[in-house]
């Protein structure tokens, strides 16, 4: 499985927690960590400071804390334990899927299991209130949309046409013809 991976598995790139002004870059491959620092400073003594670096082996990383300290500080502790997770082989495969793809999987799931999965994390929070993924479901479950639907879940949201009950569509479908031909006859 693991060959599947990209050679680079993991980057980020942010800035010193203030008053530093000092940039860093953390990568992560498939054999090594390489963290990378600039210093930006108005202090004569760091104006000819070399940008730096230190690579290390996942299994030496593991046991240098230092360096995860600094991880920690400028990246959050969020990224350490997923660096951490990543230099002991603990891959999450689900997360490297793209948007597009698990949309697609995700509008085939029942609406409990997608109320609990959107619970999992920001990243399916987003994903399971977006268009793109109630036009899918909306789709699924209607034989035909019609010129008419589709114009009115555009402004309404898919999602609320899908929850939205026939009699209240409809009703909804008649207001719109109908502020649409009284303004067709004020042009006139």
Known sequence: MASWL?????EIVGQG??????????????SQLIFRWW???LRNEYRSTKPGEA????EDFLEN????????????????DYVFNLCKGKFDFLERLS?????????YLDLEDLVRLSQTSRRFAKL???DKLWERIVRLACDTITPDMKSLAENMGWKQIFF???FQFLRQLRKRKQRQGTQGEKRL
């Open 99 to 107: 948007d597009t793809l698990l949309l697609r999987i995700i509008s």
């Open 164 to 166: 939205t009950n026939k």
């Open 17 to 30: 927690p203030a008053p530093s002004k000092d940039y860093y870059q953390l990568l992560v491959t498939r």
């Open 65 to 80: 804390s230092h360096l995860q300290v600094q991880i920690a500080l400028i990246f959050g502790a969020g990224i350490l």
């Open 55 to 58: 690579k290390e082996t996942h």
């Open 39 to 41: 210093r930006i400073s």
């Open 6 to 10: 990209p050679e680079t598995l993991f």
């Open 128 to 130: 399971c209130a977006s």
